[in-house]
């Protein structure tokens, strides 16, 4: 009788603790009174500044894709090409689009990209392009653009042909 009154008991703390990791998978954070234990080690600041945070970085990669393939058609393409237009209509898109809500779009190279002093992750599908934009702009010796004001088309043409020509530092 006792052994069974001690598995009861064995098993009644074994389904409490399923319940709390289930709790702690679903919203990925565990609570222990003063602490908060977060998934990565990452901490987390208000909703509003977290989602503003990773819908930058969502936007950001996404900017770094597109800038990655309209150097890539601009170096084969006239600016006139259908193929180039439409790129560039995409990348003006989206440019402005951090503009508008950020007030300026700053693109940095160190070790990684930065979009307005936010590190950028790349995924998988994403390694290419951030690879292309950190050796080029290395190579070319280019620390970062920032633009303070949106974007039209001859701006963003003369941009793209004009990281185009300017040529590999000593």
Same mark, same amino acid.
């Given at each position: ?40 080690? #990452?901490?987390?600041? @208000? ?6 945070? &990773?819908?930058?970085? %969502?936007? =950001?990669?996404?900017?770094? +894709? ?58 998988? #599908?994403?390694?290419? @392009? ?6 080029? &702009?290395?190579?070319? %010796?280019? =620390?970062?653009?920032?633009? +303070? ?22």
């Amino acid at each position: 009788m006792r052994a069974i009154g001690n598995l009861e008991k064995q098993s009644g703390e074994v389904s409490s603790r399923r319940k709390e990791v289930k709790n702690t998978t679903e919203s990925g954070e565990e609570s222990n009174g003063n602490s908060r234990i977060e998934r990565r080690g #990452e901490r987390r600041d @208000s909703p509003q500044i977290n989602n503003l945070k &990773w819908g930058t970085i %969502r936007t =950001g990669n996404s900017l770094v +894709k597109k800038l990655h393939v309209l150097m890539r058609v601009s170096q084969i393409y006239d600016a006139n090409n259908v193929t180039f237009q439409r790129f560039m209509h995409e990348n003006l898109e989206a440019m402005n689009a951090i503009m508008e809500r950020e007030r300026k779009l700053s693109l940095k190279i160190l070790s990684d990209i930065f979009l307005n002093d936010q590190r950028l992750r790349y995924s998988v #599908e994403g390694f290419t @392009s951030f690879k292309y934009l950190l050796t080029q &702009w290395k190579k070319k %010796r280019i =620390g970062g653009v920032t633009f +303070k004001r949106a974007l039209d088309e001859g701006m963003l043409q003369e941009f793209v042909y004009t990281m185009n020509r300017l040529r590999r530092a000593g």
